[in-house]
């Protein structure tokens, strides 16, 4: 199977063509990572814009590139939901036409659910089911992932994502947006012990997430204006992947059985997260999975290949008046978290 892959949910626009055998044929993707920077985040209006000069171009590249045409996909597969409505729009939209021209089945893919699969793309051992981590700048959640289409939500954070956590601290630094790659680097030339931070709901019996107050604690040393920033920064991602791991750690503890753990979403691109989850992965004895950087990151090839897995899986064509979500949880029955919204 040939799936084209659509992705324009945030501030990537993204196009890709896989296989359902996990080869990507051809992938291209615009970051509007200089329109957005002047205004240190997205700004949804210029990003809906962005994504429909873009997008068409992208489909066409990849097309090119693959040297294959819309009669040889087997489906179009895009995001539908969640992330910013205008850019889900557009890419949504587009897929109809495509489909709609080419005749061809419309899949209307959670972003999550590309995430949460993008594992799996990348290790064809990987198998149901498996714990993940997803760690992006709008989500962290611990899943059981129990099929395609079938998610169990462990946990979830009361505040902050951790990749808004990042963000906000590399703000803080002065590192501009995004922020989390550049903390990464900063913090690389830092004293992870320099800092003392907090370990938001460390050792709670529910293994949630909180990150706004490591947030604050972050502002708070860098007005002290007694640490240097890269101490400040190897701190904080110190501090977050302590948290990490001991959520983590008490999820599988309470768990059933899985084969795997695996990470996804942006901050799955961090060596340190990744490192450290591959040592909890083999204290669990646990197979460990994390997807190169480049499918950590938002990219077309995960909903791509979220398409083929639902293909593969035998779910049904989406409808041509499917509408974007602007919110869409992966486990519809998961409860909100104690505290939430506070
Ligand atoms: P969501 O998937 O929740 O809708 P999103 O699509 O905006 O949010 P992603 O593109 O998956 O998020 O991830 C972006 C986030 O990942 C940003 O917060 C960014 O700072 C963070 N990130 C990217 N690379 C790194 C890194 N090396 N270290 C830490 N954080 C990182
Ligand atoms: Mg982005
Ligand atoms: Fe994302």
Redesign the pocket.
């Known amino acids: 199977t040939l799936v084209l892959g659509i992705e324009s949910?945030?501030?990537?626009t993204a196009a890709a063509l896989v296989t359902g055998e996990r080869t990507i044929l051809a992938q291209a993707i615009a970051s509007q990572e200089a329109e957005h920077a002047p205004y240190g985040g997205?700004v949804p209006e210029i990003a809906a814009r962005a994504h429909a000069e873009r997008l068409a171009p992208l489909i066409e590249t990849v097309l090119a590139e693959a040297n294959v045409s819309l009669s040889d996909c087997d489906a179009i597969a895009a995001t539908a939901g969640?992330?910013l409505i205008g850019g889900v729009i557009v890419g949504l939209v587009t897929a109809k036409a495509l489909a709609m021209a080419s005749d061809k089945p419309l899949l209307a893919i959670n972003?999550?659910e590309g995430?949460a699969l993008s594992p799996r793309l990348a290790d064809p051992e990987l198998a149901f089911p498996y714990a993940l981590l997803?760690?992006?700048?709008?989500?962290c959640q611990i899943l059981r992932v129990e099929g395609v289409g079938e998610y169990q939500r462990i946990a979830t954070t009361i505040d902050d994502?951790?990749?808004?956590a990042?963000?906000k601290s590399?703000k803080i630094l002065g590192l501009g947006y995004?922020?989390?790659?550049a903390?990464?680097?900063l913090a690389m030339e830092g004293d992870p012990r320099a800092v003392p931070l907090p370990r938001p709901l460390l050792g709670r019996e529910e293994p949630h997430f909180s990150f706004a107050g490591l947030k604050s604690a972050v502002l708070r040393a860098h007005q002290a204006k007694t640490y240097s920033d890269a101490d400040i920064a190897a701190s904080f991602?110190q501090a977050a992947l302590d948290c990490i791991l001991d959520r983590m750690r008490r999820a599988l503890d309470a768990m059933d059985p899985v084969t795997a753990l695996a990470v996804?979403?942006?901050?799955?691109?961090?060596?340190?997260?990744r490192g450290g989850l591959g040592g909890l992965a083999s204290d669990f004895a646990l197979r460990f999975t994390a997807p190169p950087?480049p499918l950590?990151?938002?990219n077309a090839a995960m909903i791509a290949w979220a398409g083929a897995e639902r293909l593969a899986a035998g779910f049904p064509a989406d409808p041509l008046d499917l509408k974007a979500r602007p919110r869409w949880p992966l486990d519809p029955d998961a409860q909100p978290a104690p505290g939430a919204g506070v």
């Open positions: 949910s945030c501030d990537e997205v969640p992330g972003h999550l995430h997803l760690v992006s700048g709008g989500h994502a951790l990749g808004e990042f963000d590399a995004p922020g989390g790659p903390l990464e680097k991602q996804a979403g942006g901050v799955a691109a961090n060596q340190m997260i950087l950590c990151t938002d």
